[in-house]
């Protein structure tokens, strides 16, 4: 994946990402054809805990505002770069942004277009005039449980971070909440959270990035 330029107004940015609490699934609650103890050792949920592997984590409903459209390999810039607006709307209307700006991988297929949204969370659910002018809109990211793991690295690199999510979830017997369709792969909920404020930090090579990908239940 290209690197993306995603700038934007610091705010309350916590270990969440931008999508709500995150509560690790322990032992307890992965039944067996999950994540069962001959599987995940004390060092790898310790590991999880740092952001170092994957893990499963459960999340409530977080409410956002945002801006989509569909984009290409080459063009995702299209969708990102627009994440100031989401922010300057915010604070025209004094709503104050609870985390992280993400984008929401709707539809996905790698060799046309991608379905996207550039988003950023809030307290409560936003009303949108039906008369405000531009594309911008209010949702909700569904609770669940989600399949997560945070990078610090370059965007360049997220194509081999999002095989390697994808591989540990099969590799446990996890299933995704996606589904085929004409367009491509629809994901229930897929986000990848930009934790870092670029212009605190420039070199987008120490960037820590969320992916969390939900589950079926």
Same mark, same amino acid.
């Given at each position: 994946m290209t690197a993306r330029s995603v700038s934007y107004r610091a705010g309350s940015v916590g270990r969440t990402g931008g999508c709500g609490r995150d509560d690790e699934v322990g032992d307890d609650e992965v039944g067996d054809?999950?994540?069962?103890?001959?599987?995940?050792?004390?060092? !790898?949920?310790? &590991?999880? &805990?740092?952001?170092?592997?994957?893990?499963?984590?459960?999340?409530?409903?977080?409410?956002?505002?945002?801006?989509?459209?569909?984009?290409?390999?080459?063009?995702?810039?299209?969708?990102?770069?627009?994440?100031? !607006?989401?922010?300057?709307?915010?604070?025209?209307?004094?709503?104050?942004?609870?985390?992280?700006?993400?984008?929401?991988?709707?539809?996905i297929d790698m060799e046309r277009e991608f379905e996207i949204e550039a988003g950023v969370p809030v307290a409560e659910v936003v009303k949108v005039a039906d008369d !405000?002018?531009?594309?911008?809109?209010?949702?909700?990211?569904?609770?669940? &449980?989600?399949?997560?793991?945070?990078?610090?690295?370059?965007?360049?690199e997220l194509v081999e971070v999002n095989r390697r999510l994808l591989d540990w979830a099969e590799h446990r017997g996890l299933r995704w909440d996606v589904s085929d369709t004409e367009r491509g792969q629809r994901w229930g909920c897929r986000t990848e959270t930009y934790e870092t404020d670029p212009r605190v930090e420039a070199d987008p090579?120490?960037?820590?990035?969320?992916?969390?990908?939900?589950?079926?239940?």
């Open positions: 054809d999950e994540v069962g103890d001959d599987e995940v050792g004390d060092d !790898e949920v310790g &590991r999880a &805990r740092m952001g170092d592997e994957p893990t499963v984590v459960v999340r409530p409903e977080q409410p956002y505002v945002a801006i989509a459209g569909r984009v290409t390999m080459q063009t995702f810039g299209v969708v990102a770069d627009r994440i100031p !607006e989401l922010f300057g709307w915010l604070a025209a209307r004094q709503i104050a942004p609870v985390g992280a700006p993400f984008l929401r991988y709707n539809v !405000e002018p531009g594309d911008l809109f209010a949702a909700v990211l569904p609770a669940g &449980r989600y399949a997560a793991v945070r990078h610090v690295g370059h965007p360049d090579h120490n960037w820590t990035i969320a992916l969390a990908f939900r589950l079926a239940d």
